[in-house]
């Protein structure tokens, strides 16, 4: 298994944008003792891998693949098999769900194994959240519908900042309206989704006029509005994945007492935005802090379970809706890459890359 050619895909990290893929080829390695080999079979493009490389240096996400300066790795999620195994609890031809880099293998260090997990254990990515470095092990993960892997790519790690942020808006007393921006984002799409079961939460979307039909015709959202005819936000919790401050600005001057959480960052122009709160209304929410604060009150199989059909809910719900489209090999990857940098993504759209 040594000796062959491994492909991966970097971006010039030294800027403040995240620019395009660059091809960057390295040799195969003998394993070390205790590492696994696995080839890359599938993996999910969003704006929120966008968030990844915005974010890379404060939230260590470039910790998670280490390459030589000045590139980084963006991850992505989705599934891979093992290949080649230095580790007696871990077969060749296993498959796992997980965090991975945008190449063609990758290898792991696993450390702690159990029946549903495998936990990443490289020096390099200890100090990084649990949520990160854990690998479900397909067999017994209670999410895996065999058949829908692709839908799984894209929605699943999505959708659990949708799970967790729809709980967030039901332990809220603050007000009976959510507003949500950059609301043809999937995120977005799967909290309106969850909001539909909230009655007393009336749910309004924002986004933009050429995205305000389809986004309409989901139905997912009890209102839909543009960044250039806002709603009223008096006493709303504005759930924000775009980070612009000018578009926030405007849509909490429409309005007052109107509370803040920050999410993600797909209206990025300059890599200035800041997701960090601004002021006392504002909070900055991060999902594997919520992960833990939820598994503490459901009890961690409570959480499983509860995220688990959920998750399996919103993807049949997906099927009538949301077209995969899939890219294979570096160039098309690349093109790919280049239109979500440009946002010209489409609500009922998603993208499943592999080499």
């Known amino acids: 298994m040594d000796g062959a050619e491994i492909i991966t895909l970097a971006v010039d990290r030294s800027g403040t944008l ?12 003998p394993l070390r003792d205790g590492q696994i080999r696995l080839r890359i079979d599938r993996f ?3 704006a929120n891998n966008l968030t990844y490389a915005l974010l890379g240096d404060r939230m260590g996400y470039w910790a998670l ?20 195994s230095a580790d007696d609890r871990i077969a060749i031809g296993e498959c796992l769900y997980g965090l991975w880099p945008m190449a063609s293998e990758t290898v ?8 549903r997990l495998i936990v990443e254990n490289s020096p390099h990515r200890r100090a990084l959240p649990p949520a990160y470095n854990s690998y479900f092990r397909l067999a017994a993960d209670p999410i895996h519908a065999p058949g829908s892997e692709d839908r799984q790519a894209v929605l699943r790690p ?21 507003i949500v921006t950059s609301a043809s984002s999937k995120t ?11 009655p007393a939460k009336r749910s309004i979307g924002i986004t933009s006029p050429r995205n305000r039909d389809a986004v309409t015709a989901l139905g997912l959202f009890d209102a839909v509005a543009t960044y250039d005819d806002l709603p009223r936000s008096d006493g709303a919790v504005i759930i924000d994945f775009s980070g612009d401050h000018d ?13 803040l959480c920050r999410v993600g960052m797909t209206h990025w122009r300059d890599g200035s935005e800041e997701l960090a709160p601004r002021g006392a209304h504002d909070e900055f929410f991060f999902a594997p802090d919520a992960i833990i604060k939820a598994a503490a009150e459901l009890g961690p199989a409570g959480f499983d379970a509860a995220l688990a059909e959920a998750t399996r809910a919103f993807i049949a719900a997906s099927r009538p809706w949301l077209g995969i489209e899939v890219v294979r090999g570096g160039t098309a990857i690349g093109e790919a890459w280049a239109r979500l940098r440009f946002g010209s993504g489409d609500p009922t ?6 080499f």
């Open 18 to 29: 995240p620019g395009q893929l660059q091809r960057v080829v390295d040799e195969r390695l």
């Open 44 to 46: 999910s493009l969003s």
């Open 65 to 84: 693949f280490p390459v030589g300066e000045p590139w980084g790795i963006v991850p992505a999620w989705g599934f891979a098999t093992v290949i080649d």
């Open 108 to 115: 792991l260090k696993p450390g702690r194994v159990n029946a």
């Open 158 to 178: 999505l959708f659990i900042t949708s799970f967790l942020l729809d709980r967030r808006v039901a332990a809220s007393t603050e007000s009976d309206t959510v």
């Open 188 to 198: 977005a799409l799967g909290l309106g989704w969850l909001l539909r079961d909230r």
């Open 247 to 259: 578009m926030l600005d405007r849509l909490r001057g429409n309005g007052t007492g109107a509370r």
């Open 349 to 354: 759209s998603a993208i499943v890359a592999s």
